[in-house]
């Protein structure tokens, strides 16, 4: 009698669990479902479609797109006196304004060590540019726009073998962060595909720009290997190339049940 009770009970445990299961595993096949994502990052406003490859791995393919204006700041110019104090009177500072334009694509695999869990490690790539535009104004004493000394034409400053011009008192430079392909480090919580037809995802991050290259006129300008220019006067270059160099990544997403 014992024994007929024991095979009654594990044949409803498996007539119960067994659907369920079926349906876990369908659900996380290989491309079975898809979710679309808004994100709001540190990479900007972006878009995104998930979808599993496993009950461990669910894969993301977006693209995101950040603008971002950067306040007016002075930066002293005492490495080119020489060529500046003649024409002006005066040593000017180089007043400058930065703009950043961010456009990446990017595909990243969500790693979940527990297959219901939330927590997950994430590993990928964005491909795009980071471009910041220097707007750069020579300024007087009186943060006013440089006047030039009568008979004096205005200063070109040779940096590493170019020419730098001022004419009009303006030094316009692009800071293009090198790499096209970047890698990308993260850790999260939420998931990318859910049971839910709406879910929630936090993640933090970085990825990796490379080195900057400098341009101005089309030229590019090795400032850092020349020995022409003291640090005072590349500080403004070093300053936004540190914080672009490795870029956070502070994610909130929602994503949207397709199918």
Request: charged residues 20%; proline residues 5%; neutral net charge.
């Amino acid at each position: 009698m014992k024994r007929h009770y024991f095979f009654t009970i594990m044949i409803v445990v498996i007539a119960t669990t067994l659907p369920s299961a079926t349906l876990r595993a369908q659900e996380t096949a290989p491309f079975s479902r898809l979710e679309l994502g808004l994100r709001l990052s540190t990479a900007g406003i972006g878009l995104e479609a998930a979808t599993p490859l496993g009950a461990h791995i669910n894969v993301r393919a977006g693209a995101n797109l950040l603008p971002y204006s950067m306040d007016y700041r002075n930066y002293p110019l005492n490495s080119y006196s020489d060529r500046l104090e003649p024409a002006f009177g005066y040593v000017p500072e180089y007043r400058a304004k930065g703009k950043l334009n961010m456009l990446h694509g990017h595909l990243l695999a969500d790693i979940h060590p527990l297959a219901r869990g939330i927590f997950h490690f994430t590993a990928g790539v964005f491909i795009g540019k980071s471009q910041i535009g220097i707007q750069g104004l020579l300024v007087d004493p009186n943060n006013r726009p440089v006047e030039l000394q009568p008979n004096y034409e205005w200063p070109v400053l040779n940096v590493d073998g170019y020419d730098v011009d001022t004419e009009g008192g303006h030094a316009d430079i692009d800071l293009v962060l090198g790499n096209t392909v970047k890698p990308y480090l993260g850790i999260g919580l939420g998931k990318a595909v859910t049971r839910k037809s709406i879910g929630i995802k936090l993640e933090l991050g970085a990825f990796y720009q490379g080195d900057y290259t400098l341009k101005q006129n089309g030229h590019v300008l090795n400032l850092k290997n020349t020995n022409e220019i003291e640090g005072e006067s590349i500080e403004m270059i070093n300053d936004y190339a540190r914080l672009a160099q490795w870029w956070p990544m502070l994610n909130l997403q929602f994503m949207f049940k397709v199918y």
